[in-house]
């Protein structure tokens, strides 16, 4: 029996079957939940997987990019990744890609000043055409439009390929915690919360090997503070 509401993640395809065991509709949150003292037994399947957001941190800075909103016009940010310490990622600028954190993105940025002051809408489940079983996704702060990953990853290839550089997207700074990372050994297992007793059986030699941190790596690179204020410069090359 919870204490208090649960927020659930239902595809737009299971809505009525969700509102038939009792799940209401946030409109605020634009989100289904179990209302408080009920048992949230039966949505168990629509229960988001836990995001671990607790323990060590490293310094992050999160990337995003001005947008158009192709439905309402509105002018917002999309998140499209963070920036770590090479050690922390496969990628040699050490880009992590908006989609292996967006659960923890979530936790991290809806309802904060920064998702306020770069009008970054509500990140959460979305369901499409496309994708009817949904797959956590930025969209309008104005109008909950879903902005696709697909077409922002592109932007950002192309924004890239034109001579762009990731430090130009920069909008802030995170701690990020070490154990929502992506694991860097092409599974899906966390590989970086060493401190969690419960976890799966250790993974082969090699790929532990790869976790550890090489031998004479310089240390985290820490943000200046001029990024921690940086804003969002690039210029969107008209709307969409
Ligand atoms: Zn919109």
Redesign the pocket.
């Known amino acids: 029996m919870a204490d208090t509401f649960v927020m659930l993640e239902v595809p737009i395809n299971q809505k009525d079957e969700a509102k038939a065991l009792g799940a209401r509709w946030d409109p605020d949150a634009r989100s289904w939940y179990v209302p408080a003292g009920r048992d949230a037994t039966p949505f168990a399947r629509w229960l988001p997987p836990p995001v671990r957001t607790h323990g060590p941190t490293i310094p992050a800075r999160l990337l995003g990019q001005a947008e158009h909103?192709y439905?309402?016009t509105?002018r917002g940010t999309a998140l499209t990744g963070l920036l770590v310490s090479h050690r922390y990622s496969l990628d040699p600028c050490g880009f992590i890609s908006f989609d292996s954190v967006s659960r923890a993105l979530a936790a991290l940025v809806n309802d904060t000043p920064l998702a306020e002051r770069y009008n970054i809408g509500r990140i959460r489940l979305r369901s499409s055409f496309a994708y009817p079983g949904g797959y956590v996704a930025n969209a309008?702060r104005?109008?909950?439009?879903l902005w696709g990953s697909f077409p922002l990853q592109e932007s950002v290839t192309e924004f890239l390929a034109g001579g762009g550089t990731y430090d130009r997207l920069v909008i802030g700074e995170l701690a990020f915690p070490i154990a929502a990372l992506p694991s860097i050994h092409g599974d899906d297992e966390d590989d970086w919360d060493e401190d969690d007793s419960d976890d799966e059986a250790a993974t082969p030699g090699a790929a532990n090997e790869m976790a550890l941190p090489r031998p004479g790596f310089p240390p985290a690179n820490r943000p200046s503070a001029a990024m921690s204020r940086a804003r969002l410069t690039r210029p969107r090359p008209g709307s969409r």
Do not use: E, L, P
């Not at 104005?142 to 439009?145: L, V």
């Open positions: 909103c439905r309402c509105g309008c104005y109008c909950d439009a």
